[in-house]
């Protein structure tokens, strides 16, 4: 189906409700989401060098949900109810998926992605030979590069609302420590090593100390960082309090292999020993 026809019919529908539940919104909103779920529509993609949102791609989700209605559907030997369906395609892009890892229909996961026990809501995109492991969540819309690996208990947050809003990227060779959570649209660049427990939102302060004076980003790691979680003080009228940020102490060395284990990298910055 055309996609300037599909995004028309989307965009008319989020402008009009009326149209909402007409036969043509609900087979484009339906088409949208099997392009979602195939790969062949992202709802955020790096265009020239930028990250960009495909805001109507976001509607189309949306209205997916209006127009379904709870129901029980099967799944991993189990009735549950909801209005999205699981996803199904595993075997055509050699996905090994460990029970009871959950992937709903509209998202995307490339080849020999691997999925312990974990979840991946609608929209998300997971690329080739990414691992998401143990109890780890990819929220809606979220962006996850390849050769990523997304360690046990990490929370990638997800934004469907407003549809404009950015989701989480994670770009190519990302290592993400255990316990880290990132959300609100931050993006971490590709080969970036986050240790375990960094917290990454979009108001919190990421200091780069490698330098005699630190340098800040906010909502981005660049890439090749080394990231560790930490804390800056800040007064209030009630006194000096420890605020936590993120710090980056280094860069990964284009000598180290990718597969390279977070352990043995904060090794080389002295922070374990």
Same mark, same amino acid.
């Given at each position: 189906?055309?996609?300037?026809?599909?995004?028309?019919?989307?965009?008319?529908?989020?402008?009009?409700?009326?149209?909402?539940?007409?036969?043509?919104?609900?087979?484009?909103?339906?088409?949208?989401? &099997?392009?979602?779920?195939?790969? !062949?529509?992202?709802?955020?993609?790096?265009?020239?060098?930028?990250? !960009?949102?495909?805001?109507?791609?976001?509607?189309?989700?949306?209205?997916?949900?209006?127009?379904?209605?709870? =129901?029980?559907?099967?799944?991993?030997?189990?009735?549950?109810?909801?209005?999205?369906?699981?996803?199904?395609?595993?075997?055509? !892009?050699?996905?090994?998926?460990?029970?009871?890892?959950?992937?709903?229909?509209?998202?995307?996961?490339?080849? !020999?992605?691997?999925?312990?026990?974990?979840?991946?809501?609608?929209?998300?995109?997971?690329?080739?030979?990414?691992?998401?492991?143990?109890?780890?969540?990819?929220?809606?819309? +979220?962006?996850?590069?390849?050769?990523?690996?997304?360690?046990?208990?990490?929370?990638?947050?997800?934004?469907?609302?407003?549809?404009?809003?950015?989701?989480?990227?994670?770009?190519?060779?990302?290592?993400?420590?255990?316990?880290?959570?990132?959300?609100?649209?931050?993006?971490? =660049?590709?080969? +970036?090593?986050?240790?375990?427990?960094?917290?990454?939102?979009?108001?919190? +302060?990421?200091?780069?100390?490698?330098?005699?004076?630190?340098?800040?980003?906010? +909502?981005?790691?660049?890439?090749?960082?080394?990231?560790?979680?930490? %804390?800056? &003080? $800040?007064?209030?009228?009630?006194?000096?309090?420890?605020?936590?940020?993120?710090?980056?102490?280094? $860069?990964? $060395?284009?000598?180290?292999?990718?597969? %390279?284990?977070?352990?043995?990298?904060?090794?080389?910055? =002295?922070?374990?020993?």
């Amino acid at each position: 189906m055309d996609l300037v026809y599909l995004q028309t019919t989307i965009e008319n529908a989020w402008q009009e409700p009326s149209l909402r539940l007409t036969r043509e919104c609900i087979t484009a909103v339906e088409t949208v989401i &099997e392009m979602l779920d195939s790969g !062949q529509l992202r709802s955020a993609e790096k265009i020239e060098g930028q990250w !960009q949102v495909n805001t109507w791609i976001k509607k189309a989700i949306l209205l997916y949900f209006q127009q379904r209605k709870v =129901e029980p559907m099967e799944g991993g030997n189990q009735i549950f109810y909801d209005k999205i369906p699981l996803k199904s395609n595993f075997l055509s !892009q050699k996905v090994r998926v460990v029970p009871p890892a959950t992937c709903r229909k509209g998202a995307y996961l490339g080849k !020999q992605v691997v999925l312990m026990p974990s979840f991946i809501n609608i929209g998300a995109y997971v690329d080739d030979e990414t691992m998401i492991d143990t109890w780890a969540t990819v929220g809606s819309c +979220a962006q996850i590069g390849k050769r990523v690996h997304i360690s046990g208990g990490v929370g990638i947050g997800g934004v469907l609302e407003p549809p404009q809003a950015r989701p989480v990227i994670i770009e190519d060779d990302v290592f993400v420590g255990s316990r880290c959570i990132i959300v609100e649209g931050v993006i971490v =660049e590709e080969k +970036a090593v986050l240790g375990a427990n960094v917290t990454l939102t979009a108001s919190t +302060a990421i200091w780069d100390v490698t330098q005699p004076e630190p340098l800040r980003y906010v +909502a981005r790691v660049p890439a090749n960082s080394v990231v560790i979680p930490g %804390t800056y &003080e $800040k007064e209030f009228p009630a006194g000096k309090f420890g605020i936590s940020c993120a710090l980056i102490i280094g $860069k990964r $060395k284009e000598s180290t292999d990718i597969k %390279t284990s977070l352990n043995e990298t904060l090794r080389i910055y =002295e922070i374990i020993v």
